[in-house]
């Protein structure tokens, strides 16, 4: 039994892979970085519940276990189908948004993870983008754990055309080719503070969407 | 010859040509310095790599028979149409129309080419679906851009679904005296319209000097044309076995095939140069998308099918 348990939520993973290849012929341009066991926060745009899958999809099957998304407590931490994929599936590292709600600082288990030895995906505007703006502003949870964890790469990872396939709203995916592109890693500058650090490394993210993405 | 004996003959013939160009890639790629390896000999061997897998997906296909056949093309026309709207700029407004076109109007037509009803086949998207998808795009209330969103939806669906389903159609034919071998029909097609892309490449990186039409495609030369169409004509000929042809009719109809699909190509590199792209997708390495490999025969299907149908059917 414990080695059906184990065995499911990893055949669910590869269901759930092959499904976002299927609909979007995914392909990821390793841009201005490569794949790397090394622990590391991948941070991206935010249009789509899928666009975690999409990552994991392009990233090579070795590194998708030890590559953990940062998701919402409020969303991922309830019961039933919800909760079997954020814990067991995607095993989501939960993070709490509101901070009337916590009791802790909500980077610790982050750091945790990365110490343990595992990466990050990280979507910095701190909910999904319904705007016509192609990103949002950044909250500093990357600014923190990067001052935190200096030695970790932060990776900027720019999601295309996801939210083409899958408006908000919508219940059927249109499929469309989507591309997931790695930039070159961020570092925190010298003496460089939070608002700053937010613009660049948001800038750095923005800088690799394709032309197109800025148009409506 | 038996269609057994002839598919075999076909595909031994096929195979031998590949293995030809694996070794003389081979051969290619040693001749270059170490460490400096030519990207256009790179890209030529990726290119054979592919038709290695492409070959044996026909073959598969092939060897099922019509069920194989159509939803071999079910699926290639899928991987076209994804091509094909993920560069058209749609709109929430769309969403609709366009899961309708992937999830109800392709299979429908795929379906129609199952049951062979040929009256309804031929007139399924380019009547009925130009009518009721606007409909559907229309009661989502969104105006912007209207008439330029479902025209290329249209003309989308007309390019991925409705003309390369012509392809399996052609199973559908009935041929005095040519019953049971109606695939080769499809492999005549296939081959000829194929080989004039390989041949028209072959003579335009051997030969090639006057670009054709600098404007869409750097690639394509008058040499290129000339050459490749002339050889894949020959080859036509030399295929008129498989068909219900004469040598001489088989030589016309590849040649028409082959002018067609260089055509087809043509224009569908107007339509990647308007959106800024040098290929439609990444599905097939070396060559692109769907679409980049299948725009000459979507453009000759039709055509062939029509001929076909007029002069050789009851």
């Known amino acids: 039994m414990t080695q059906l348990q184990s065995l499911t939520p990893a055949m669910t993973a590869s269901i759930v892979t092959g499904l976002a290849r299927l609909v979007t012929g995914v392909r990821g341009n390793w841009q201005g970085s490569l794949p790397d066991p090394r622990p590391r926060i991948y941070f991206a745009n935010h249009r789509s519940h899928g666009d975690f899958v999409l990552i994991w999809t392009v990233l090579p099957r070795a590194l998708r ?38 009791d802790k600082d909500p980077t610790l288990p982050l750091l945790a993870a990365l110490d343990a030895g595992n990466s990050l995906i990280l979507f910095p505007e701190g909910t999904r983008n319904t705007s016509e703006a192609p990103l949002l502003s950044f909250k500093s949870g990357l600014y923190r754990l990067a001052r935190q964890r200096p030695e970790v790469e932060l990776i900027p990872v720019w999601i295309d055309n996801l939210n083409r396939v899958m408006p908000k709203g919508e ?27 937010r613009e660049r490394s948001r800038a750095a993210l923005l800088a690799l969407a394709p032309n197109d993405a800025a148009a409506p | 010859m038996t269609a057994g004996e002839e598919t075999l003959a076909l595909f031994g013939g096929i195979l031998a040509v590949l293995t030809a160009a694996s070794l003389i ?90 049951i062979e009803w040929y009256g309804l086949f031929s007139i399924f998207i380019p009547v009925y679906v130009f009518l009721l998808l606007p409909m559907v795009a229309a009661l989502r209330g969104d105006t912007t851009h209207f008439m330029t969103r479902i025209a290329e939806q249209q003309w989308g669906l007309m390019i991925a679904v409705f003309c390369l389903s012509h ?20 492999a005549f097609l296939v081959l000829v319209v194929q080989a004039s892309d390989v ?77 800024g792209v040098k290929d439609w997708g990444w599905m097939i390495e070396g060559h692109g998308g769907m679409l980049d490999r299948v725009d000459s025969v979507i453009f000759a299907a039709p055509v062939f099918f029509h001929l076909t149908r007029y002069w050789w059917t009851v």
């Open chain 1, 65 to 102: 276990r030890a590559t953990r998304p940062v998701a919402a407590a409020d969303y991922w931490a309830r019961g039933g189908i919800r909760g079997f994929f954020g814990r067991n599936v995607f095993d989501a590292v939960l993070v709490e948004r509101e901070a009337a709600s916590r």
């Open chain 1, 171 to 197: 219940f059927v995916p249109v499929p469309l080719l989507c591309t997931v592109t790695f930039g070159a890693p961020v570092a925190l500058a010298e003496g460089e503070g939070s608002i700053a650090f």
């Open chain 2, 25 to 114: 890639g081979f051969l290619l790629a040693r001749r270059q310095p170490a460490g400096n390896p030519s990207p256009v000999i790179e890209n030529l061997n990726a290119r054979i790599r592919a038709w290695w897998v492409m070959v044996a997906l026909i073959g598969v296909a092939v060897a099922l028979g019509k069920p194989g056949v159509i939803v071999l093309f079910a699926l290639a026309s899928f991987a076209a149409l994804r091509e094909f709207v993920t560069l058209t700029p749609t709109r929430r407004g769309d969403h609709y129309a366009l899961a309708a076109s992937f999830f109800v109007v392709l299979p429908i037509q795929y379906y129609l080419v199952w």
């Open chain 2, 167 to 186: 392809v399996p159609a052609l199973l559908t034919l009935p041929i005095p005296g040519f019953e049971g071998r109606k695939v080769l029909l499809v």
């Open chain 2, 199 to 275: 041949l028209q490449y072959v003579w335009g990186k051997l030969f090639g000097r006057h670009k054709i039409a600098p404007l869409l495609s750097p690639s394509k030369t008058v040499e290129g044309f000339l050459g490749g169409v002339l050889s894949a004509t020959a080859l036509g000929a030399a295929l008129w076995w498989l068909t219900p042809f004469s040598p001489i009719h088989a030589a016309l109809m590849a040649l028409v095939i082959t002018i067609m699909g260089f055509c087809g190509g043509l224009v569908m590199s107007a339509i990647k140069r308007d959106r």
